[in-house]
């Protein structure tokens, strides 16, 4: 790859040569764009998309520009380790820039430059893709970004989000860490990427970090997890998110009519999301009983999105 | 004459909207100059995944200035009326109306509409930004903090008018702050500075340098060219696929034609796989060995740059990925086959067809009675057709057909025949889904035809069941593409079916026959004959003809034998086209015509002919010939030969002209009268036998 921008950091820093090397790299080049980096959310999720720090700041009036690193699970891709492409988890680099910049686009192709990928020798597209989260209500349009016919990220403009229509309107960037770190190390095999850009004894592989969680996290989502408890936990997760916005609600006549309890209920929407994700690999979710769970998550994401407008951070004046 | 210019230069549009988009800004801006009084003499639209663009020749500098006088209420008219008068007119009060002078009715006022003539930059800089502002994308977006909505991002706009002779100027206008200019991009990669353009001419030209081809089609022509040539030069043959073509034009501004090879280990797995997976996932085209079948381990990729090292680096890559997936999809091909398509059939229990149809499990053992039952009536060994039928949906669980849908059948039959299973078994897997459309081979083995029909008349059985019929344009089902289906395969077989029957065998195997199931099936079976009269037309029969023979048969008969339908619909056409078939319906059409009016009051003509009523010899020819004409026609039909039948009718064409000729129907002697419209109600009945002659058009 090109030398052009990462010349000057140590072998083990370039984002070709290291996995962490890459997630640094993002990370100082959207700092640098005036981002706050957060660091990932404690939670299970399926997506960087549900970070409160876009499903939340996506709604509501005020600017906001953000990039993480999200661990992502999605535990119907467990292939006990076999399976040299796909992970049940996997870490995304995640980018909301509320509103949009005009040069999105550009920003974009910037930061593939920042990682080391030279526009004059490769072929980058934009190749329609329309994104949809049924369970958080969100829709958007954008692409899928190719470099020489590999997907390394997702771009959208957000259209809605918790069934709440966006405005301004939030462009988002998912870098799928792994594939672009392929494709960047030039690896066929993801257990085999170089982590920490060290050679000799010193390499640690990103098989060396994950390959057993795989293999455990396979047997725990397709054989082992208790599915009586999940869906009990879903049950509970449903209840509580309900409760504590209810309780959250302002008093009638007081002062300050502002929502005060919207995160923690939102942390029960992505339970019982991740529950669902859960039992879904277990295979013990009929087809309508499938649209049924997909229905009752929406239901929650929606009321934590209307409430959010009622926060400070959402927009709502004191 | 000056020339319109207009470019929407925008983030990448969708290679699937560009075509229809680029026509949809011509036909809007075209029209809007027309509304205008402004007449044009070309137009052309074009699109590249950044930019539609349009170019309109020959239009007038001016709109011309017009007159139009509009006569309004009487003078002294109600107040009501005049008011109307203003406001339809546009006038402020009625001190500007004009008063016209009549002298018999009375005075009225006229009002006098002057339209001066306008600049075309004028009416242009008013009707692009409504156009832009409402145009039809099939999806569209906001974004940032403007309220426009556009496909993707709308980041300029491009618009000037002028002669060729001089400097053309800019029509200015805004958009949700986009200004209207001059300026315009090349290639996103290659040459993304701004640069101004005067006119199409030049725009075309200063694209094309700053490497972008405006026009799709050319586009096209120098992937498909460069691509054969490619393949040509590796020994090999281009798989063509138009549709991937289309596709691939609509991603680049500059195609860039490169190969790329793959393992060929990987060619142990089916072609139509490798296919599958190189063109969905990368948009890519296979080769073949010359004259074969065989693929070659070799792809053809479309760059959109000229990099820097000659696309090495963007082949390697595009071959990594390839690798990639087709590691996948032989890591698919190698899991499927470790278990036997039998051993799945459990997981249809959980897997709901329709909420009111039941699981699929159920519906693979409708499907299977029902081949059973239609497998002798085609010639098809029973066994045979009962595995068929119930392997048929077995591939759907499979991991290839998860990752590649459209695969379908074709994996089952890969995966049975590994198995061993019977050749035409195997084949049945695939070709009971056939045919998909109107260009999709038809199955022809007996086995894949029994299994064929029973699942397209389960499907369709089923679905009127639970009355969710196909309306309108709306058709979620594909119920119209099945009895099509089911229409093609009979006919191309001449099978000879009663589809009655057989709908009412898919309602019992439902556990749907109650009462309403002979009301189903007869609307089906007229959902048939809907299907058929298309089909027929399509083929360029008339559709009268098919009315006609529809409306004739036996009462009660079902009219579900479409190879008979069809028979006597080729052989009525046959006979209409001779002299004899024509002057049969002249007559036919007098003596129809006369009965009509005779049977008005509600009397009927159908009794016996009395010879002894008989006076003109022409009364007995024509009963004699009608008798003879009846008796051959019935039996003929009988035998199903319809070229019979009709010439058997035709020897009527004589007597009947006679009988016209001399005899008067409308005898003095009421009882001869009588006797003669019997007569010609037993000719208009005799022709019944192959057609209703009534509903022939023409």
Not at chain 1, 210 to 230: C, G, I, P, V
Not at chain 1, 277 to 303: C, M
Not at chain 2, 157 to 184: M, Y
Not at chain 2, 668 to 682: E, F, Q
Request: aromatic share 8%; net charge negative; hydrophobic share 40%.
């Amino acid at each position: 790859m090109s030398e052009a921008h990462s010349h000057d950091l140590p072998p083990h820093m370039r984002p070709e040569r290291s996995f962490q090397g890459l997630i640094l790299a993002l990370q100082r080049f959207w700092a640098d764009k005036g981002c706050v980096i957060l660091q990932p959310y404690d939670m299970e999720v399926g997506a960087g998309t549900f970070h409160p720090a876009t499903t939340m700041r996506a709604l509501g009036p005020k600017p906001w520009n953000a990039a993480y690193v999200q661990p992502s699970r999605r535990p119907k891709d467990g292939r006990y380790g076999e399976n040299p492409n796909r992970f049940q988890h996997y870490y995304q680099f995640q980018v909301i820039l509320k509103p949009n910049p005009p040069n999105l686009q550009e920003l974009y192709l910037e930061s593939l430059a920042a990682i080391g990928i030279d526009m004059s020798l490769h072929d980058i597209r934009f190749v329609e893709d329309d994104w949809e989260s049924p369970t958080l209500g969100a829709w958007g349009l954008g692409w899928e970004c190719w470099c020489d016919g590999m997907e390394v990220s997702q771009f959208t403009y957000f259209q809605q989000v918790a069934g709440i229509e966006c405005f301004p309107v939030s462009g988002e960037l998912t870098y799928g860490l792994e594939r672009l770190a392929m494709y960047l190390q030039g690896v066929d095999n993801g257990y085999e990427l170089n982590f920490n850009g060290r050679e000799g004894a010193e390499k640690v592989t990103y098989g060396d970090v994950f390959k057993q969680a795989e293999e455990e996290y396979s047997r725990h989502n397709f054989e082992y997890a208790d599915t009586e408890m999940l869906k009990r936990h879903f049950e509970d997760a449903e209840r509580e998110c309900r409760m504590l916005l209810e309780a959250g609600k302002p008093e009638p006549g007081a002062n300050d009519q502002r929502q005060k309890m919207v995160l923690p209920a939102y942390d029960q929407c992505i339970k019982a999301s991740h529950r669902f994700n859960l039992l879904d690999a277990r295979g013990v979710i009929s087809v309508p009983e499938r649209q049924s769970y997909i229905l009752r998550v929406r239901e929650l994401a929606k009321a934590c999105g209307a409430a959010w407008l009622q926060t400070e951070a959402g927009g709502k004046e004191g | 004459m000056p020339e319109l210019l207009l470019e929407l230069f925008s983030e990448e549009i969708p290679a699937r909207m560009q075509r229809k988009a680029a026509e949809d800004l011509q036909r809007l801006v075209t029209g809007a100059l027309v509304d205008a009084g402004l007449h044009y003499e070309g137009a052309k639209a074009f699109a590249t995944p950044r930019r539609l663009a349009l170019t309109v020749t020959g239009v007038p500098a001016r709109s011309a200035a017009t007159r139009e006088e509009r006569k309004g209420p009487k003078v002294g008219a109600p107040d009501a009326a005049i008011q109307g008068f203003l406001r339809s007119a546009g006038l402020a009060s009625i001190e500007e109306a004009h008063v016209h002078a009549d002298p018999k009715k009375g005075d009225f006022y006229v009002a006098v509409i002057e339209k001066a003539g306008r600049e075309t930059t004028e009416i242009l800089a008013e009707a692009i930004p409504a156009i832009i502002r409402s145009f039809p994308w099939p999806k569209s977006m906001h974004w940032g903090t403007g309220r426009l909505q556009w496909v993707r991002p709308l980041q300029s706009i491009l618009c000037t008018f002028g002669p060729e002779t001089e400097d053309p100027e800019i029509v200015r206008f805004e958009v949700d702050g986009i200004r209207s200019g001059n300026v315009t991009r090349g290639h996103r990669f290659m040459a993304p500075a701004p640069f101004e353009v005067r006119r199409f001419d030049d725009y075309v030209e200063k694209l094309e340098k700053a490497k972008v081809v405006l026009d799709a089609d050319r586009r096209r022509d120098i992937i498909l060219h460069d691509a054969r040539e490619r393949a040509f030069a590796l020994g090999l043959e281009l798989v063509e696929d138009a549709g991937l073509l289309d596709e691939v034009a609509g991603l680049v501004e500059w195609p860039v034609v490169l190969t790329g090879t793959f393992e060929e280990e990987f060619l142990a797995i089916p072609p139509e796989v490798i296919r599958a997976t190189i063109r969905a996932n990368q948009k890519c085209f296979v080769l073949r060995q010359p004259g074969s079948t065989a693929l070659a381990n070799r792809f053809i990729l479309v760059s959109n740059i000229e990099a820097r090292d000659g696309g090495v680096a963007i082949a390697a890559g595009n071959g990594r990925v390839i690798r990639a997936r087709l590691s996948d999809a032989k890591f698919f091909y190698d899991t499927d086959r470790r278990a036997t398509l039998e051993s799945r059939l459990p997981k249809f229990d959980a897997i709901v067809f329709h909420e009111k149809l039941g699981t699929q499990r159920e519906r693979i053992d409708r499907i299977v009675a029902l081949a059973s039952e239609i497998a002798p009536l085609v010639g098809a060994d029973v066994a045979k057709a009962r595995e068929a039928a119930e392997l048929a949906k077995l591939d759907l669980v499979t991991e290839m057909v998860g990752e590649f849908p459209e695969l379908q059948g074709l994996m089952g039959r890969y995966y049975a025949t590994a198995e061993g299973k019977d050749p035409s078994v195997a084949a049945a897997i695939e070709d009971h889904y056939k045919p998909q459309g109107p260009s999709d081979r038809v199955p022809t083995d007996p086995v894949a035809i029994a299994v064929a029909l029973a699942d397209k008349l389960d499907t369709l059985a089923g679905f009127w069941a639970i009355d969710e019929k196909p309306t309108g344009s709306k058709d979620p089902y594909a119920l119209r593409r099945a009895a099509l289906g089911v229409i093609r395969i009979v006919l191309e077989s001449g099978l000879r079916l009663r589809l009655r029957a057989l709908i009412s065998s898919g309602g019992r195997v439902l556990g749907r026959n109650d009462g309403a199931s002979g009301d189903i099936a007869a609307d089906l079976v007229s959902f048939f004959h809907e299907r058929l009269k298309v089909q027929l037309r399509d083929s360029g029969a008339r559709h009268d003809l098919v009315d006609a023979v529809l409306a004739a048969g036996m009462a009660g008969a079902a009219q579900d034998d479409l190879v008979d339908i069809v028979r006597r619909v080729e052989a009525l056409g046959a006979f209409l086209a001779t002299e004899d078939g024509a002057n049969l319906l002249a007559g036919y059409r007098r003596a129809a015509n006369i009965l009509k009016a005779e049977e008005k009051g509600g009397e009927r003509f159908d009794g016996a002919i009395d010879p002894a009523l008989f006076v003109a010899p022409e009364e007995n020819a024509l009963a004699a010939a009608l008798e003879r004409a009846l008796a051959g026609a019935e039996s003929a039909v009988e035998r199903e030969d319809y070229a019979v039948a009709m010439t058997a009718l035709a020897a009527l064409r004589a007597p009947v002209d006679a009988f016209f000729d001399k005899v008067l129907v409308n005898a003095d002697d009421p009882a001869v009268r009588a006797n003669r419209l019997r007569m010609l109600a037993a000719f208009r009945q005799a022709t019944q036998a192959v057609a209703d002659f009534s509903k022939v058009g023409g």
